[in-house]
């Protein structure tokens, strides 16, 4: 995984774990409801994805809470049931919460029924989509999810910031150290990537966003407040225009947004920008779903193993590219990021730290003590 920063220091995950818990906890979140938020945003840190880790902690779920705008008990109210589907009303909780309640209903149908899927509205960001995918491998089972979000990529032809990043995420077992997982915005980097950028203080590479002029943008701070204004958008997964065939990145957030919205009575586009008529800062109310599929309603699960395996064994052993000396199958840099990682823990760089402390200082929790202090 790339290293933006160059000051930074590790801390082991157990210890970041602990301490998330009880900043959690110490802003309202029930314990167990703690556990789970924690739980999800170290998963990312172990797989190497800063962007959606401790990162967020602060701005993203503790000051939206502060705010009004996310509630820190959650009430998870299942309002239309059938024997392999259900609807979810999250009530602005936490969506990490929200989520995995909403993923182990429908591996609790799959088990019964081989398929299942609840369909979540008036929920919060979950965190890495990826997380739910692998609550189903655990049970040998596929799992899907995908979430809308706010406003953050323009159409291709446009301008203007339409549709969330709308990850579309599959997870599928198989007989290697690691399952296939496919965790990925539709756009071509996530607002969670450029916010790694802002926190190192580095320019995003062009082709990332556009401008309301139409030209790619880099200036990463002042991106971050325009993708907010409207200024600025993200360009969608192939890139601007059709010539490279941005379409189908477009074509993908917009399932994503249908799928997030229609099947819940949910909300959508517009509708998720988080600012009310008055400009003041309103719940976000983003829509998700869950699939989970039965191996064992196909085919025998070990068997299906193999032959993901052989799949994607056979991917890896094809011709390289000249210059190039692997190639990677999805779920495999994750997995190598774990080895590096779990000796050392995940890296916090200096807006971390400061960010520790000030939570530390802020909530009473005088039982951590810093290394950097």
Known sequence: ????????????????????????????????????????????????????????????????????????????????????????????GMGHVIAYKAMKLAIEKADKFGMGMVAVRNSTHYGIAGYYPLMAIERGMIGITGTNARPSIAPTFGVENMLGTNPLTFGMPTDEAFP??????????????????????????AGWVIGRDGGARTDTLKILEDLNTGEAALVPLGGIGEDTAGYKGYGYATVVEILSAALQGGSFLKMLTGIGSGGEKIPIRIGHFFIAVDIEAFTPLEEFKKNAGDILRALRSSSKAPGQERIYTAGEKEHLAWLERSEKGAPLNGILRKQFVQLRDEYGLEKYRFSWE
């Not at 902690?57 to 809470?65: C, E, Q, T, V």
């Not at 705008?69 to 259900?86: S, Y």
């Not at 756009?187 to 916010?195: H, N």
Request: charged residues 30%.
């Open 1 to 92: 995984m790339e290293q933006l920063h160059d000051d930074v220091v590790w801390l082991s995950f157990d210890f970041i774990e602990e301490f998330m818990i009880d900043v959690f906890k110490a802003a309202g979140v029930p314990d167990e409801d703690a556990r789970i938020c924690a739980n999800v945003l170290i998963t990312s840190d172990k797989r190497g994805i800063d962007s959606h880790g401790v990162g967020r902690l602060k701005p993203i779920y503790i000051d939206r809470i502060r705010e009004g705008i996310q509630n820190p008990v959650t009430e998870f109210e299942i309002v239309k049931e059938g024997p392999t589907t259900a609807v979810v009303d999250g009530h602005d």
């Open 180 to 205: 296939f997982v496919l965790d990925a915005a539709t756009s071509v980097a996530q607002r969670g990537k450029i916010e790694v950028y802002g926190r190192a203080e580095k320019e995003i590479p």
